[in-house]
Nanobody, 126 residues
Framework: DVQLQASGGGLVQAGGSTRLSCVAS????????IAWFRQAPGKEREGVSG????????FYTDSVKGRFTISSDNAKNTVYLQMNSLKPEDTAVYYC???????????????????WGQGTLVTVSS
């Protein structure tokens, strides 16, 4: 079975840091695009950051540029999201997602993704 297991959420103070992990099983991180999405209460799910496993290109939504860093460890079949300088508005359930392919133009579109993790809650207190 293909699975994505997200972890690392929790309660963090504003200005603090945390790292999310997404472990893939049932497939390898070859020629896939993996992204982190988030959904805050009452808001639509939004693409936060994505990475292409083929060439390592990474993508970020404007609100997290310079604060979040996505990376992958193909040997561990794991993608990370390092989140620094956290703000209360970063509070959300974070999901990792993946689709097979190398076209990255749709990285922030939830419909493009074949596989989803279960979500992990990040709460940033002010």
């Amino acid at each position: 079975d293909v699975q994505l297991q997200a972890s690392g959420g929790g309660l963090v103070q504003a200005g603090g840091s945390t790292r999310l992990s997404c472990v893939a099983s049932g497939f390898t991180l070859n020629d896939v695009v993996i992204a982190w999405f988030r959904q805050a209460p009452g808001k639509e799910r939004e693409g936060v950051s994505g990475i292409s496993s083929r060439d390592g290109r990474s993508f970020y939504t404007d609100s997290v540029k310079g604060r979040f860093t996505i990376s992958s460890d193909n040997a561990k079949n794991t993608v990370y999201l390092q989140m620094n300088s956290l703000k209360p508005e970063d509070t959300a359930v974070y999901y990792c997602a993946a689709y097979r392919g190398v076209v990255v133009g749709a990285w922030r579109s939830a419909w493009a993704y074949d596989y989803w993790g279960q979500g992990t809650l990040v709460t940033v207190s002010s």
